[in-house]
């Protein structure tokens, strides 16, 4: 069955220090996956996706993340958090061979001033 | 401005009225697609379309039904609702070729109460 676990539902880090939020899945095929942030009262935003290529995938608001094939994972990362990224994050996953998405049920990120 | 519009923004309904949430975008995406976002659970998608006419079931599709019949607009009905579809529905769209292939732009999300 297609999954996606996001093992910490809070994550909390001081301003300025390195984040990480934690994905793994499990999907049929080649993965295309997915990470989304929500502000409140708001609907989801992209952030970054890996399709194929560099495992290693930069996105927007110098949100980075790192695709591992053989852990099944793919954990979103920030070298420096800001107290603006405060907010809800959502792993996704496409199914490869249909065109259906599952989601995480969220980590809600609080970075700290 | 490149959007993706829902209506109503929120509603309260009592069981069995039947309901339709609208949902259009302007960006020509051919993949449009409902989420049910409940706390704890994430978000589930409902339904998705990958053109006009071509609309699939998604992981929770009992008691919605939903259409395509312009590429702009994909609306969601609950025919006869129950207070467990009492959530917060996300319309999205997305390209499916290209740069941004799959990305897909929510909406502001309907809050949806049955009682």
């Known amino acids: 069955a297609q999954s996606v676990a996001q093992p910490e539902d809070q994550v909390n880090v001081a301003e300025g220090n390195p984040l990480t939020v934690k994905c793994t899945y499990s999907?049929?095929?080649?993965?295309?996956l997915f990470w989304y942030v929500q502000y409140p009262n708001r609907g989801l935003q992209f952030l970054l996706k890996?399709?194929?290529?560099?495992?290693l995938v930069k996105g927007s608001y110098g949100f980075e993340a790192e695709f591992n094939k053989s852990q099944t994972s793919f954990h979103l990362k920030k070298p420096s958090a800001l107290v603006s990224d405060s907010a809800l994050y959502f792993c996704a996953v496409r199914d490869g061979s249909r065109n259906q998405f599952y989601f995480g049920t969220g980590t809600s990120l609080t970075v700290i001033p | 401005e490149a959007q993706v519009t829902q209506n109503p923004r929120y509603l309260i309904t009592v069981t069995g009225k039947k309901l339709t949430v609208t949902c259009s975008q302007n960006?020509?995406?051919?993949?449009m697609s409902w989420y049910r976002q409940d706390p704890g659970l994430g978000l589930r998608q409902i339904y998705y379309s990958m053109n006009v006419e071509v609309t699939d079931k998604g992981d929770v599709p009992e008691g919605y039904k939903v259409s395509r019949k312009e590429k702009r607009n994909f609306p969601l009905i609950l025919e006869s609702p129950s207070p467990n579809q009492t959530s917060l529905y996300f319309c999205?769209?997305?390209?499916?070729?290209?740069?941004?292939?799959?990305?897909?732009?929510f909406g502001p999300g309907t809050r949806l109460t049955v009682l």
């Open positions: 999907v049929s095929g080649n993965p295309y």
């Open positions: 960006m020509n995406h051919e993949y």
């Open positions: 890996y399709i194929t290529g560099d495992n």
């Open positions: 999205a769209s997305s390209p499916t070729s290209g740069r941004s292939n799959r990305e897909q732009f």
